[in-house]
């Protein structure tokens, strides 16, 4: 059975690590047809919430999921789905915030 | 600037200036949050009493990085601009200022299940954080569900001292 290849916008030719993991498990986990990644952490490097971080080149991130795993879910729902699968990201690897917008196939076509 | 309409209403800055803050002695959780390789899931009863009470202390609670008067991170700002143009009611609305304190800062993200700041709560209910406040005031889901809670300045209330608060600035 072939599955779709899904259409991945990266925020650069040479992403880092952090959003290559990102990419990576969403992939797996969401089987998104869509996934657009956008870094934002220049803009935040040095706000007071990030005073101290050694991490402030892949704190802030912007994406753009479409995946049918959102099909019957909330909003705040769909958020923690995404959440859940980055927990070690936010906790040890200084991810510090996602702007999210998750939408199903469904909802892209209207 | 933010230090528009609602905003300017003495009444919010006053409410929310205090951002009460939760004060525990808990040594142990302190010392763990501040190890950040010390990833153990703990949320204190003690935390976790002090966030139930925080988010039963208004109708509308946010959790903010610094204040509504002065936030500290442009997710927040945009959060509490945006409850200020729906009409939310100062008398009913709470800002907890997570900066001042990292026990908060860290036990809210347990409480919720929610990684990042702001967290927004209606009536002790989750409501979610920046984007999903900004996605539900565009699309209507925010001001029914502030009006459906009760948490939006009364349509005819004119009392003393609000005149200043410009109510036709609300969407």
């Not at chain 1, 990030?50 to 879910?73: C, Y």
């Not at chain 1, 789905?81 to 996602?98: C, R």
């Not at chain 2, 945009?78 to 997570?98: C, K, R, S």
């Not at chain 2, 459906?148 to 109510?167: H, Q, T, Y």
Request: proline share 5%; glycine share 6%.
């Amino acid at each position: 059975m072939s599955t779709s290849v899904p259409e991945i916008v990266k925020s650069s030719e040479n992403p880092g690590p952090i959003e290559l993991t990102i990419i990576d498990k969403l992939v797996s986990s969401l089987k998104p047809s869509y996934l657009k990644i956008a870094n934002d952490s220049h803009k935040h490097a040095h706000h007071a919430g990030l005073r101290g971080a050694s991490n402030v080149t892949e704190s802030h991130f912007r994406i753009e999921v479409v995946s049918s795993e959102f099909e019957g879910k909330n909003m705040p729902s769909r958020h923690r789905v995404v959440y859940q699968l980055l927990d070690d990201e936010f906790k040890n690897k200084g991810l510090h915030a996602l702007q999210m917008k998750t939408k199903t196939q469904a909802e892209v076509a209207k | 600037m933010f230090s528009r309409g609602l905003l300017n209403s003495s009444r919010f800055v006053r409410r929310c200036h205090g951002t009460h803050s939760i004060h525990t002695n808990h040594q142990a959780l302190a010392n763990a949050v501040k190890t950040p390789r010390v990833q153990v899931r703990l949320l204190s009863t003690e935390i976790k009493e002090a966030i139930d009470k925080a988010v039963e202390s208004s109708k509308v609670v946010l959790f903010m990085k610094g204040t509504p008067e002065f936030p500290q991170c442009g997710f927040s700002r945009a959060t509490i601009q945006i409850l200020g143009q729906q009409g939310v009611d100062p008398e009913v609305f709470a800002a907890y200022n997570v900066l001042e304190d990292p026990e908060l800062r860290e036990g809210i993200k347990e409480y919720s299940s929610w990684p990042t700041i702001p967290q927004l709560y209606v009536n002790k209910e989750f409501v979610g954080g920046c984007d999903i406040i900004m996605s539900m005031s565009k699309s209507g889901e925010l001001a029914e569900l502030l009006e459906s809670s009760g948490a939006l300045i009364p349509e005819e209330e004119e009392a003393p001292g609000s005149a200043d608060v410009k109510v036709s600035e609300r969407s």
